[in-house]
């Protein structure tokens, strides 16, 4: 990577390019973060979405919109779009989740386009930040990888391409925090059940499982990249608001009957035998087969910590899995 034009005249602005997840809470989340922090944000929107309510809010808050697709851009094209930008983010969290495998493809070629532009004269590349965001799959990956592209499940195509990035030379930031609450609450996970006041499981119902609320992850990227843009090497970061069992939880929203759905190889089981079909289904198993595993612990301490840019995240105040319950029920009686 050239270092020709590297000099920034301030270097607490920076410019970001978020590349997916314009209409996810995520991408938003991290958008509006990142402009109350005085960064320039340029967010890649979907020609199918440029109408979509939150973008205006946006685009007064100083989010430059700029239309296009990430998966079908050719890469040239894709990367003459990061020009000027020093971190490339991909924050499509809800739909890497129902749709892996179009996101497994949208990923792939946003890295190739960060790769040529990280090789180009004068760039200002500094960093990619993959769309993980949940479970370090070193820890929670566990089902047998298939051998085709459409009939891996969700982690293993997260894993296919972390394996592609480090076998890169791409500076990249993964960012791991458990299970989003937002995402445990969602319908069409189907893990609760709010209107029945039922938790689906598989596993073990007392099986403690990590969890950030999407404000918090946004909080915590927008605070860790600021502060670190310059470090050259590759990182890690694991990191939670709040640890819980499906016990608690059932406990939390006001004795939730749970509905044990079977053990935890009875789960695996069932996502080998859907292979390439239903894949948002197959990775509503997975999701369920790490919370009830215990691979959905990634640390044993509150934060995980290596250096002073670590410890940062410690001091920002965080909710907790109770505080986000009593808020998302008031939420839904006001609106049943």
């Known amino acids: 990577m050239s270092t020709s034009n590297t000099t920034i005249e301030n270097l607490n602005r920076y410019n970001v390019f978020i590349a997916t997840g ?19 944000v340029t967010l890649l929107v979907h ?15 100083g989010c430059n919109l700029l239309k296009g697709d990430a998966r079908t851009l050719n890469v040239e094209e894709l990367a003459s779009f990061f020009q000027g930008h020093h971190l ?28 040529l532009y990280q090789r180009q004269d004068q760039s200002c590349f500094r960093r990619y930040i993959p769309c993980d965001w949940t479970f370090d799959y070193e820890i929670s990956f566990n089902v047998q990888l298939q051998t085709s592209i459409e009939s891996c499940h969700w ?3 997260k894993e296919k391409i972390k394996d592609e990035i480090e076998r890169s030379t791409l500076v990249y930031t993964t960012i791991f925090g458990g299970m989003p609450f937002e ?21 073990d119902a007392d099986t403690p499982f990590d969890c950030t609320s999407i404000n918090d992850l946004s909080k915590f990227t927008v ?46 089981r069932e996502i080998y035998e859907l292979k390439e079909h239903n894949a948002a289904d197959r990775t509503k198993l997975e999701l369920m087969s790490i919370l009830g595993s215990g691979r959905g612990k990634q640390m044993e ?23 986000f319950v009593q808020s998302h029920l008031q939420q839904h009686v006001s609106t049943a």
């Not at 314009?22 to 320039?40: H, T």
């Not at 749709?99 to 960060?114: D, G, S, V, Y």
């Open 22 to 40: 314009e209409v996810d809470p995520l991408g938003i989340s991290l958008c509006k973060e990142f402009l109350s922090k005085g960064q320039q």
């Open 47 to 61: 020609p199918n979405h440029f109408q979509h309510h939150e973008l205006s809010e946006l685009k007064q808050l």
């Open 88 to 115: 490339i983010i991909s924050a499509s969290l809800f739909y890497s989740i129902f749709h892996p495998l179009t996101q497994f493809e949208t990923e792939r070629n946003i890295m190739k386009a960060c790769l």
């Open 155 to 157: 982690l293993a195509l």
């Open 183 to 203: 995402v445990l609450f969602d319908t069409k996970l189907g893990i609760i059940d709010l209107q029945n006041r039922i938790i689906n499981y598989y596993g």
């Open 223 to 268: 605070d860790l990249l600021i502060n670190s843009l310059y470090q050259s090497e590759n990182r890690e970061y694991r990191i939670k608001s709040d640890r819980i069992t499906i016990n608690q939880l059932a406990n939390l929203l006001g004795g939730f009957k749970l509905n044990y759905l079977g053990s935890i190889d009875d789960c695996e």
């Open 301 to 323: 301490n509150e934060i995980y910590m290596k250096s002073a840019i670590e410890n940062r995240l410690n001091e920002l105040k965080v909710m907790k899995v109770q505080d």
